[in-house]
């Protein structure tokens, strides 16, 4: 269990997806609490810097982790969760079992294709499925690369790059931790090449017993939540300067 100075619990419901939380007292721990499917969410507060709150809408693309929460029995996933938690809108242009190339097609064909200035927050979470897939490295970060080049018209948006957690399902090989780092080490060395990314590390505190459901793959509401912690920090975090 990791624990943090300053900390605001914010309660998001189904119904508080989309415009400003509600704020809480402050809590002891930074573990969210989970209530049937309603996620209580421990997020830090903003640091010592300039900072300015991320607004309008946020637009993710990715797999089932966005596109079908209830799988692992969670209302919401957990970029409605921390869409809600800045008070931005959020757009979900995710299919299940996409890997990044299915992601990157997302990106950049299609009704879903990226236009800029459509929004100021992008959130991408393609990685577990590469990982399952066994999709060769080179051809992962290929498909990667050129996604992230299809933001680099002004005006830019942040981008969120979603480093993959380890699972449990058995033959997964997402289930080995050295999988994972291997992986995480390739992302962030294409995320280095684009000033505008930056990586979005949930790993510390992940609890695989408690944050995935049964299928050993899928997020649990207190999963959703510990990843829409990470996501709140890291685009709060985006907007710092010293």
Not at 25 to 46: D, E, F, M, W, Y
Request: glycine content about 10%; aromatic content about 4%.
């Amino acid at each position: 269990m990791r624990t943090r100075p300053a900390i605001v619990a914010l309660v998001l419901t189904a119904a508080a997806l989309v415009g400003p939380a509600l704020a809480g007292p402050p809590a002891a721990s930074a573990r969210p609490v989970v209530i049937g499917n309603t996620a209580q969410v421990v997020l830090p507060k903003l640091p010592a810097q300039s900072c300015a709150q991320p607004h309008g809408t946020l637009v993710a693309y990715g797999h089932s982790y966005l596109h079908s929460p209830w799988i692992g029995g969670a209302k919401a996933s957990y970029v409605s969760l921390a869409a809600g938690a800045l008070g931005m809108q959020v757009v979900i242009r995710a299919v299940d079992h996409a890997t990044t190339q299915v992601t990157e097609g997302l990106i950049r064909q299609g009704p879903t294709h990226w236009v800029p200035g459509t929004a100021e927050l992008v959130v991408i979470d393609s990685g577990i499925n590469d990982i399952q897939a066994r999709v060769p490295t080179a051809q992962w970060t290929a498909s990667l690369r050129r996604s992230l080049e299809a933001f680099v018209g002004r005006p830019v948006p942040t981008i969120l790059l979603v480093r993959p957690l380890r699972v449990a399902r058995i033959g997964h090989p997402g289930s080995d931790p050295k999988v994972i780092a291997a992986y995480a080490a390739a992302q962030s060395a294409v995320a280095g090449q684009f000033s505008a990314v930056r990586i979005v590390d949930a790993s510390a505190g992940w609890q695989t017993r408690t944050d995935l459901s049964t299928d050993g793959v899928h997020p649990t509401p207190a999963g959703e939540a510990h990843l829409a912690e990470a996501l709140v920090g890291a685009a709060r975090g985006s907007s710092c300067r010293p």
